[in-house]
């Protein structure tokens, strides 16, 4: 039997290093939230920022606009020296106009790593800017990758390309906003990962992305982790009987992408992120504050 790993407790010493390092600085760092979509799950996550931001001493300014308003916000946002981060909650109008907005957001303030600046870094694995600073990575793949961190599937400390060498994973998502940036973390740090969407499966390979035969039952049987994020009930649920012995299971999607009963299979199942992920939003917030407002980094 597995373990059921529990979100609030990875996340937590990441949020007690933001809160101590935010009051160490002894002045306001400001994250300005932008909110004009009115799906639930957009009001949801502000105010699980709101409440994250709160507890670390992050000042948190939402403000509520219409969809047609919202560059404008951005650029105000943009404009203002005592905004020191930017959010905004998707989705705005959907599709690619949605991403014309994310390249709005100034990189210096872009604490979602959505702007076309930093999806260039990550993807040709340029891990930092101007010296040391190290560049902001999109919150929910690096919450992912800090699971992994604490479950012991990932060696921080192992030189760059190393950290999962050796390792088969398979993702079951590849957007621009979690799957597919995931899938290339984890293939610049040493892993093979199979990426499933509706357009079929790709194989990443370090720098390499290749068109690959598998299919998804022969994926997960030599798979060592296996993440799943598809926003819809219609999903075949991984079950325990598709997995590998000994791995490690993650789920970040709100509707139920894994069967519970892959404990009795997995040596870890992470069934939720999203306060792993706030805490990144946390941390990215902090970072560029320190990056380009203030003084060196700190923190984990």
């Known amino acids: 039997m597995g373990a059921l790993v529990s979100a609030d407790e990875i996340a937590k010493p990441f949020r007690d290093s933001v809160r101590e390092a935010v009051r160490a600085l002894g002045r306001r760092v400001t994250l300005r939230g932008i909110l004009a979509s009115e799906r639930r799950a957009s009001g949801v996550y502000a105010e699980y920022t709101a409440k994250g931001c709160a507890d670390v001493g992050i000042h948190f300014d939402l403000v509520h606009v219409g969809r047609l308003e919202v560059e404008a916000a951005v650029k105000a946002a943009n404009d203002d020296e005592d905004v020191h981060g930017v959010i905004v909650y998707y989705p705005v109008f959907g599709g690619e106009r949605d991403r014309t907005i994310q390249d709005e957001v100034s990189?210096?303030?872009?604490v979602e790593g959505m702007n076309a600046r930093w999806a260039y870094l990550l993807y040709n694995d340029v891990r930092t800017v101007q010296g040391d600073k190290k560049t902001i990575l999109p919150c929910t793949p690096l919450a992912i990758v800090k699971a992994l961190e604490a479950l012991a599937v990932y060696v921080p400390g192992a030189p760059p390309g190393t950290q999962v060498r050796g390792k088969t994973i398979t993702i079951f998502n590849r957007s621009e906003?979690?799957?597919?940036?995931?899938?290339?973390?984890?293939?610049?740090d040493g892993a093979t990962v199979y990426s499933f969407d509706i357009d079929g499966?790709?194989?990443?390979?370090?720098?390499?992305?290749?068109e690959t035969p598998i299919t998804r039952a022969e994926a997960l049987a030599s798979s060592d982790i296996i993440i799943t994020g598809v926003p819809s009930r219609d999903f075949a649920i991984v079950k325990k009987d598709e997995v590998k012995a000994g791995s490690v299971c993650i789920n970040f999607s709100t509707f139920k992408n894994i069967d519970d009963d892959v404990i009795e299979r997995a040596r870890a199942f992470l069934p939720r992120v999203g306060p792993i992920t706030v805490a990144m939003l946390l941390r990215n917030t902090l970072r560029l504050f320190e990056n380009f407002h203030s003084g060196p980094l700190t923190g984990p």
């Not at 990189?107 to 872009?110: F, I, S, V």
């Not at 906003?177 to 610049?188: N, T």
């Open 201 to 210: 499966v790709l194989r990443y390979d370090g720098h390499k992305t290749k």
């Open 107 to 110: 990189p210096e303030k872009d």
């Open 177 to 188: 906003v979690v799957g597919r940036p995931l899938a290339a973390m984890l293939a610049h």
